[in-house]
């Protein structure tokens, strides 16, 4: 009976480690073109927000641009 118990605990130990340090990670990486340049990209999944890595400076958020037709009604054609 104490060793069934010591299994599941055991058990129990091994699924929350691996949800705590392996999935879901914080981030997810990408990479994107900017000035001709692949350059990562990482994307909080948790608020959607996005940085790229630049080499002197780090981690930069990414502006977005509003460029879609989606986005802005004076552009959708009539």
Do not use: Q
Not at 56 to 63: A, I, K, L, M, T
Request: glycine letters at 8%.
């Amino acid at each position: 009976m104490l060793m069934r118990i010591i299994r599941w605990l055991l058990l129990l130990a091994i699924v929350a480690a691996c949800a705590l340090f392996v999935w879901p990670t914080r981030f997810r990486y990408d990479h994107m073109t900017a000035d001709g340049n692949l350059v990562p990209v990482r994307i909080d999944r948790f608020n959607g927000n996005a940085d790229m890595l630049v080499p002197d400076e780090g981690w930069v958020p990414v502006e977005g641009t509003d460029s879609g037709a989606g986005n802005n009604p004076a552009a959708k054609p009539s």
